[in-house]
């Protein structure tokens, strides 16, 4: 066994027996870890011994030397504009790096002649403010997960488990991370047919995170909606004006996830069941699930969780030109121009998801890969109920350094590896930039009434 192998066996080992029960919290030695050997979001502090992922050294917390923006005018500048790649996986090479590609990656590799990964040296970007490393530390001996595994207790800030015991734990982390406390966005989407073509969709989004709010001292007093969410098509004109607002459940046995929508057509608020589970996603085009929103959401209760040791995987990171390209360059045929992709060799946690007995969903498993840092979902490949590759999800992160925030998707993608269809979700290039401190928002605003005046055209 190799010293990188060990080194990956001797973190897997502190991850699974760092408590004595499936659901207890952290024992007060391991949480003495945070922001020693592990990093404050509890990842391994260390490299790889064989340099390929670095030592984590405290992240981008602020705009870096020679880097000057406006962050209400422009998105983020790429800091590592000077960095080459150090190769490029291609089809013809794929078998090369077998051990450091996911399935969803060769299975791109093997179906588009065209497809290509261009990987850099790695860069652990990943920072967040002092306020929620201390909450982070705190979450650890005192969030625990609800008996059905499907709900929290006693979290704030976000990322509950930064040493996660399992993989509903895990999930957790990337449910409620933290992403600042209130933002407003715009972005676009783009459902790309086989032949390449598609039309543009452009959404206006805003979210409050309850959790995250620095005056909370504890979920439990949020009486259980971790966040509220409104999204607000503007464009095309046959589709401007619907409005979708949702409160997001803390423990969804308690009560599900509450949505509604509104409709122009009808001018009418109903409930929204349906924004749940495997029902098609808003704006997707029947191409995405509701709960493959930003690489999964939603309740855990239709499947059996599992977690794999941390290994080495080429993911899409630093991907900041993805922000700064216009669509039309972008958006290809088959797949994006894989050229402004930025692939790092990163730790990732592997999670996955098999259906239940009894339970419904057209994904019948689904394996997901998570950033060890930002512990958010970075790949994921959703199964049909045979047991074939399905769709393919990536979530190329950036990190919003001006805030400090990791785990920014530049965009996401969704491919459908059957039909050959795909969908650029989420991008904002063209967009103004994201708002992360957009203290305007009341939860006032998030209430069935309301969004029926959002909705008028």
Same mark, same amino acid.
């Given at each position: 066994?190799?010293?990188?192998?060990?080194?990956?066996?001797?973190?897997?080992?502190?991850?699974?027996?760092?408590?004595?029960?499936?659901?207890?919290?952290?024992?007060?030695? /391991?949480?003495?870890?945070?922001?020693?050997?592990?990093?404050?979001?509890?990842?391994?502090?260390?490299?790889?011994?064989?340099?390929?992922?670095?030592?984590?050294?405290?992240?981008?917390?602020?705009?870096?030397?020679?880097?000057?923006?406006?962050?209400?005018?422009?998105?983020?500048?790429?800091?590592?504009?000077?960095? /080459?790649?150090?190769?490029?996986? @291609?089809?013809?090479?794929?078998?090369?790096?077998?051990?450091?590609?996911?399935?969803?990656?060769?299975?791109?590799?093997?179906?588009?002649?065209?497809?290509?990964?261009?990987?850099? /040296?790695?860069?652990?970007?990943?920072?967040?403010?002092?306020?929620?490393?201390?909450?982070?530390?705190?979450?650890?001996?005192?969030?625990?997960?609800?008996?059905?595994?499907?709900?929290?207790?006693?979290? @704030?800030?976000?990322?509950?488990?930064?040493?996660?015991?399992?993989?509903?734990?895990?999930?957790?982390?990337?449910?409620?991370?933290?992403?600042?406390?209130?933002?407003?966005?715009?972005?676009?989407?783009?459902?790309?047919?086989?032949?390449?073509?598609?039309?543009?969709?452009?959404?206006?989004?805003?979210?409050?995170?309850?959790?995250?709010?620095?005056?909370?001292?504890?979920?439990?007093?949020?009486?259980?909606?971790?966040?509220?969410?409104?999204?607000?098509?503007?464009?095309?004109?046959?589709?401007?004006?619907?409005?979708?607002?949702?409160?997001?459940?803390?423990?969804?046995?308690?009560?599900?996830?509450k949505a509604w929508a509104y409709s122009p057509g009808t001018r009418r608020v109903r409930r929204a069941p349906d924004i749940a589970y495997d029902n098609p996603g808003t704006n997707t085009d029947g191409m995405s699930t509701s709960d493959s929103f930003?690489?999964?959401?939603?309740?855990?209760?239709?499947?059996?969780?599992?977690?794999?040791?941390?290994?080495?995987?080429?993911?899409?990171?630093?991907?900041?030109?993805?922000?700064?390209?216009?669509?039309? @360059?972008?958006?290809?045929?088959?797949?994006?121009?894989?050229?402004?992709?930025?692939?790092?060799?990163?730790?990732?946690?592997?999670?996955?998801?098999?259906?239940?007995?009894?339970?419904?969903?057209?994904?019948?498993?689904?394996?997901?890969?998570?950033?060890?840092?930002?512990?958010?979902?970075?790949?994921?490949?959703?199964?049909?109920?045979?047991?074939?590759?399905?769709?393919?999800?990536?979530?190329?992160?950036?990190?919003?350094?001006?805030?400090?925030?990791?785990?920014?998707?530049?965009?996401?993608?969704?491919?459908?590896?059957?039909?050959?269809?795909?969908?650029?979700?989420?991008?904002?290039?063209?967009?103004?930039?994201?708002?992360?401190?957009?203290?305007?928002?009341?939860?006032?605003?998030?209430?069935?009434?309301?969004?029926?005046?959002?909705?008028?055209?």
């Amino acid at each position: 066994m190799t010293k990188s192998k060990l080194l990956l066996t001797a973190t897997a080992i502190a991850v699974f027996v760092s408590a004595p029960g499936a659901w207890a919290k952290s024992p007060a030695d /391991q949480a003495a870890r945070l922001g020693k050997d592990l990093t404050p979001m509890g990842s391994e502090r260390a490299g790889t011994p064989d340099g390929m992922v670095p030592a984590w050294d405290g992240g981008l917390s602020a705009p870096p030397a020679g880097v000057a923006f406006d962050p209400k005018k422009t998105n983020p500048p790429n800091p590592f504009s000077g960095d /080459q790649a150090k190769f490029t996986v @291609t089809g013809a090479n794929a078998a090369q790096y077998d051990q450091y590609l996911t399935d969803g990656h060769k299975a791109m590799l093997k179906k588009f002649g065209s497809y290509k990964m261009k990987v850099f /040296q790695s860069r652990r970007t990943c920072a967040l403010p002092q306020y929620a490393y201390d909450a982070i530390k705190k979450n650890a001996t005192s969030a625990e997960l609800t008996p059905d595994g499907d709900g929290i207790k006693n979290f @704030t800030a976000g990322m509950p488990f930064p040493i996660p015991n399992n993989a509903m734990e895990l999930i957790m982390d990337k449910r409620f991370s933290y992403r600042g406390y209130k933002a407003t966005r715009q972005f676009s989407v783009a459902p790309v047919q086989s032949n390449g073509s598609y039309n543009l969709l452009v959404v206006q989004d805003e979210v409050i995170f309850r959790y995250a709010n620095p005056a909370v001292k504890s979920s439990d007093t949020l009486n259980n909606i971790g966040l509220l969410y409104i999204a607000n098509t503007i464009s095309p004109a046959r589709l401007a004006g619907n409005v979708i607002l949702v409160h997001e459940s803390i423990n969804a046995s308690v009560e599900p996830r509450k949505a509604w929508a509104y409709s122009p057509g009808t001018r009418r608020v109903r409930r929204a069941p349906d924004i749940a589970y495997d029902n098609p996603g808003t704006n997707t085009d029947g191409m995405s699930t509701s709960d493959s929103f930003d690489g999964f959401n939603g309740a855990l209760d239709r499947y059996t969780w599992t977690m794999k040791a941390p290994t080495v995987k080429f993911i899409a990171y630093n991907s900041y030109d993805l922000l700064h390209t216009k669509y039309a @360059t972008l958006v290809k045929p088959q797949h994006i121009d894989q050229d402004l992709v930025r692939y790092e060799p990163h730790r990732v946690f592997t999670v996955e998801a098999k259906l239940k007995a009894g339970s419904r969903h057209v994904y019948g498993r689904r394996i997901m890969y998570m950033d060890e840092d930002a512990k958010v979902v970075n790949n994921a490949e959703n199964y049909d109920g045979r047991g074939q590759l399905w769709r393919f999800q990536e979530v190329p992160l950036v990190n919003a350094y001006h805030v400090p925030h990791c785990g920014t998707g530049a965009l996401e993608l969704v491919y459908d590896l059957l039909s050959g269809r795909y969908m650029a979700l989420s991008m904002r290039a063209e967009e103004p930039p994201v708002n992360y401190f957009a203290d305007e928002l009341q939860e006032s605003r998030y209430t069935p009434e309301a969004i029926r005046a959002l909705g008028v055209r």
